[in-house]
């Protein structure tokens, strides 16, 4: 399916990056990964004709289906940035293909779903990793490791906040799960990333929104190594796109702002690009697919609740 020798990148050195989904998050991936001294997206998949225009216009060639792709070109791994509810599609015909995959997060609409893929990558034997860009971060990198060396002690609290600028396009909550899901996922997969614990029981509350997806939700929990989280999600920061985290032990505290309005592009492009590369080398630092049925599995649970229940969740290990 892939002839050897189709693509002249082999001989620079760079890992062949096949992009499926132009979108927004697709063409953010595009702006990081053109910084890349390691890889290279040599095509891009997109079912809209009037982005592919732009593709081509800007120097990639693109395609209006993945079969397309892998038959023009010889590429090395596939990220799949289509909306949540293709990403199971497209990741079993990338894998049947004989290829890894790099998914958007949260690789599935549900934790079914996840798992799904994972059985999937380990029947064929490939690799299959999720796109949590803050494991990529170097401030919250630094944090993890202070957390790890008992530098601040016993960890009472950890408190995470997500707020957009502005909420999505009607149609891209259709297809996105909800606020649990398109945002909660990465402060679900950050909480356990950095304090090495699961959630064990949460409660949650909410306001706002258009069709029973919230403008604003908070979710109180406990974890499994009894610290607490606070996971604050908000569709409305006019001032611009905001990520914060704030961790409280016995020996001391750590906060990090590791995305503000002014500056926010550039630590996400640099923490994309990164992901990328750590792909392409195969070092699977990043999120596992493992990580993500966890992320989900919260995720899920969170968006099933209403604002008065308080649930024990199961617990998720890789």
């Known amino acids: ?20 989904g132009a979108g927004r998050m697709g063409r953010t991936h595009l702006r990081a990964i053109r910084e890349s001294q390691r890889v290279r997206v040599t095509g891009v998949v997109e079912s809209d004709a009037g982005t ?5 216009a800007a120097g990639t060639p693109a395609y209006a289906r993945l079969d397309e792709l892998l038959d023009a070109q010889h590429v090395d791994g596939i990220l799949v940035a289509v909306p949540t509810d293709r990403h199971l599609a497209v990741i079993e015909q990338v894998l049947a ?5 790099l998914c958007e997060k949260p690789c599935g609409v549900n934790a079914e779903q996840a798992d799904h893929c994972a059985q999937a990558a380990t029947a064929a034997g490939l690799a299959l990793q999720v796109a949590y860009w803050r494991r990529f971060v170097p401030e919250l990198v630094s944090l993890r490791q202070r957390i790890l060396d008992g ?7 950890v408190n995470c906040y997500q707020w957009d600028e502005t909420p ?20 679900f997969d950050q909480v356990r990333w950095l304090t090495g614990q699961e959630f064990a029981s949460a409660s949650t509350a909410s306001t706002g929104g258009v069709d029973g997806d919230p403008d604003c939700a908070q979710l109180v929990a406990r974890l499994s190594g009894g610290s ?8 409305w920061h006019p001032a611009g796109d905001s990520c914060k985290v704030e961790v409280f ?8 702002w590791f995305l503000r309005p002014a500056d926010g592009d550039a630590v996400f492009l640099a923490a994309l690009r990164d992901q990328a590369e750590d792909f392409a080398s195969a070092a699977r630092s990043g999120a596992s697919v493992g ?21 024990v969740l199961p617990t998720v290990r890789n």
Do not use: C, W, Y
């Open 168 to 187: 999505p396009s009607a149609q891209f909550r259709g297809s996105s799960g909800g606020i649990f899901i398109d945002m909660g996922v990465h402060e």
């Open 97 to 101: 293909s004989g290829l890894p995959v």
């Open 249 to 256: 032990g016995t020996k001391g505290t750590a906060s990090s």
């Open 52 to 56: 592919r225009d732009l593709v081509r």
């Open 1 to 20: 399916m892939n002839p050897p020798g189709r693509n002249e990148d082999a001989a620079d050195g760079f890992f062949r990056l096949g992009l499926v």
């Open 151 to 157: 530098e601040l002690g016993e960890i009472l609290a």
């Open 291 to 311: 990580d993500a049925v966890a992320a989900l599995t919260v995720a899920e649970l969170a968006s099933s609740f209403d604002d008065r229940s308080r649930s």
């Open 228 to 235: 607490t989280a606070v996971v604050s999600l908000g569709r």
